[in-house]
């Protein structure tokens, strides 16, 4: 989410307002959050507290439906809009284009999958089940898996996944001069959950499974580039701050019904204790809420957001990458804790997100490091001398 940003530093002329785009960073710190809110509202088996009476399920189930508003879809969204800002502008040519890119995503995916693929360990000695982990470290099909589904834990998908959106980005360009094009992801979703039907009903093997529906999913999500696209043309052409006014209205009352969709969701949820596949209204408006909040955050453009909101942003891609991490320690931390299902909650999403935060913010203060979170350059054998010849000088 950081190859956007540079564009957030000019001003918006064209009858817009003459200030930073506040409003993005607001969204990609939103989406951070709330990420690591949909991750810790689980019990430590990644279930909705079964073994808790239904009354102690309330207040779990509504946190993690209410922090379902920006899932990563959302995060997809408001990187594709902040890289269609950038693309859109690029006279260099396509091969050139998606070179930068994959240095620039796929890079610190490679690095964090090897990361996260020794990091189990730690958690796996502490609970026993470290053979199967050794088992899965010695398997090649496994590591395959790793580097092209990114499974290797369960929030790595999304950096593989914006990759190979990307490689639709000159199609997108339509949706600037066309937004109309931007409602394709209405089709594009009931395409998406049609064919998942089928590949499940119909493959036995598993592999062919996992891959079958990575490629739906991909060729069926292009519908968001065109969605961030399209806004992205809107924006250029600018409205005015009554124009903006009434999508601001318009965008809160499509966040509404979609909240008591998700709140039907929610009881589902609270009175079987189990996480239940989302079918027709619920699927659409769980798929589409992302579209809508990010219409509500392009419509409050003209609202005073603090300029601090830049400074803390940039860490947003960071957060993302590390949370897991913070949340298997504090998984372990708690161990046996005789907490309640909402006591429980809170503290591993107030801990989770205070100290993944901060771990961001020092991961961009190392150089050799900063790269890792989109915060600085790639290292070179060049950058690696240089700090060797500091070291021996002083």
């Not at 530093?9 to 969204?27: F, H, Q, S, Y």
């Not at 689980?42 to 509504?62: I, M, N, T, W």
């Not at 834990?153 to 066309?178: C, E, G, Q, S, W």
């Amino acid at each position: 989410m950081q190859s956007g940003a540079q564009s957030q530093n000019v001003a918006i002329e064209n009858g817009k307002p003459k200030t930073r785009m506040n409003w993005l960073d607001g969204a990609r710190l939103a989406a951070a959050f709330f990420i690591i809110a949909i991750h810790t509202s689980s019990d430590s088996q990644g279930g909705a507290f079964k073994s808790e009476e239904v009354a102690d399920r309330v207040f779990p189930v509504l946190f993690r439906s209410f922090a379902e508003i920006a899932s990563t879809e959302f995060f997809i969204l408001v990187s594709l809009f902040l890289l269609s800002m950038s693309l859109a502008k690029q006279s260099a040519g396509y091969l050139e284009t998606m070179l930068i890119q994959a240095r620039r995503l796929l890079v610190p995916f490679f690095a964090w999958t090897i990361f996260y693929a020794f990091f189990r360990l730690y958690k796996a000695y502490s609970l026993g089940y470290e053979d199967a982990i050794f088992d899965q470290l010695g398997s090649v099909q496994v590591w395959i898996g790793y580097f092209f589904l990114g499974n290797v834990n369960y929030h790595m998908h999304f950096l593989p996944t914006l990759f190979l959106l990307l490689l639709f980005h000159r199609v997108y360009k339509l949706a600037i001069d066309f937004p109309m094009l931007g409602l394709i992801i209405i089709p594009m979703l009931y395409l998406n959950i049609s064919l998942q039907d089928w590949i499940w009903s119909t493959i036995k093997d598993r592999t062919a499974i996992d891959y079958s529906v990575r490629l739906v999913k991909v060729l069926t999500y292009t519908g968001y580039g065109f969605f961030a696209y399209s806004l992205y043309g809107i924006w250029k052409r600018g409205f005015d701050k009554d124009t903006s006014s009434i999508l601001l209205g318009f965008a809160s009352l499509l966040l509404f019904i979609g909240l008591l969709i998700k709140a039907i969701y929610a009881y589902k949820v609270g009175v079987s204790g189990e996480f239940i596949v989302r079918r027709d209204m619920i699927y659409y408006a769980h798929y589409l809420f992302p579209c809508a909040l990010l219409v509500g955050f392009f419509a409050s453009q003209y609202m005073p957001w603090p300029d601090k909101l830049s400074n803390w942003s940039k860490f947003s891609f960071g957060m993302y990458l590390i949370h897991p991490a913070v949340i298997d320690l504090i998984d372990m931390a708690i161990g046996d804790a005789a907490l309640s299902a909402t006591a429980y909650v809170l503290t591993k999403y107030t801990f989770t997100a205070s100290v993944t935060f901060c771990i961001a913010v020092t991961i961009s203060r190392i150089p050799l490091l900063a790269w890792t979170i989109g915060l600085g350059p790639l290292p070179s054998i060049k950058s690696f001398s240089s700090k060797a010849l500091r070291s021996q000088h002083s």
